[in-house]
């Protein structure tokens, strides 16, 4: 009898924290195989929690920081048809002055709360729903993986607001500047980040990983999702 050979998949290179940090941004299908081989959370959440909490702590001692962020949230309840008193901005003033110290332990605990929500909302539609074959431990590590886009988009946007001195990202907001800013176009794209959309789709691609399935489907489902609500809110915030 001839003897049955058995194809055997290639291990899996070992990746270090830095080499998948960097790896989630450069080569995300490869750290994702080897992040699905090896699933390992806390590190990179660690260090995700700890650069977006600087980031927004310093930003948020400054005087020009608190006052942008002020501004922002005057607007944002204003477009929501609330009208705002002296001792309503008093109250947001010094809670906003608090914030430098809150807001980075707020981080710290809505991080990882936020990651298993939805790590136990995807297992349910993979796993379960569609007869995937991970468990929560890597489902968890993969998308705590893919926080490291939004840990550099939150760097980002807090640098730009600094520099400029007003709330500001990489929101398509920026190619209509034409329009007024409390029209629903205007408020529809300036809900689309570019940075969210990169964490999207990065996303995508580990679940693909992870699952063995096509990251074009899964990215088109999670974008088409994040459209919607983008439009929901800029309907409600324009009045229309």
């Not at 260090?47 to 608190?66: N, Y």
């Not at 990251?215 to 983008?230: F, H, Q, R």
């Amino acid at each position: 009898m001839a003897d049955a050979t058995v194809a055997q998949q290639p291990a899996v290179p070992d990746q270090g924290l830095v080499a998948r940090i960097t790896g989630v941004l450069m080569s995300p299908r490869a750290t994702y195989a080897a992040v699905a081989a090896r699933p390992r959370s806390m590190a990179v959440l660690l260090v995700v929690v700890v650069v977006a909490g600087l980031a927004q702590g310093l930003f948020l001692s400054s005087d020009v920081g608190q006052q942008t962020v002020l501004d922002q949230q005057v607007r944002t309840l204003e477009s929501f048809g609330v009208n705002i008193n002296d001792q309503m901005y008093d109250q947001m003033e010094q809670g906003i002055k608090r914030a430098a110290i809150t807001g980075p332990i707020f981080q710290a605990i809505f991080w990882p709360i936020a990651i298993a929500i939805e790590a136990g909302i995807f297992l349910v539609i993979f796993s379960l729903l569609l007869g995937g074959e991970a468990t929560f431990k890597p489902v968890y590590a993969v998308i705590t993986h893919s926080t490291v886009v939004v840990g550099v988009q939150q760097v980002f946007s807090m640098a730009l607001s600094y520099a400029s001195g007003k709330a500001a990202g990489a929101n398509l907001g920026i190619f209509v500047p034409m329009l007024d800013e409390k029209s629903f176009v205007t408020l529809f794209l300036g809900s689309i980040d570019l940075f969210l959309v990169w964490a999207t789709i990065n996303l995508a691609i580990g679940l693909g990983v992870l699952y063995r399935r096509r990251t074009g489907p899964i990215a088109t489902t999670m974008l088409g999702l994040y459209v919607v609500v983008a439009l929901v809110i800029a309907y409600f915030r324009s009045g229309s």
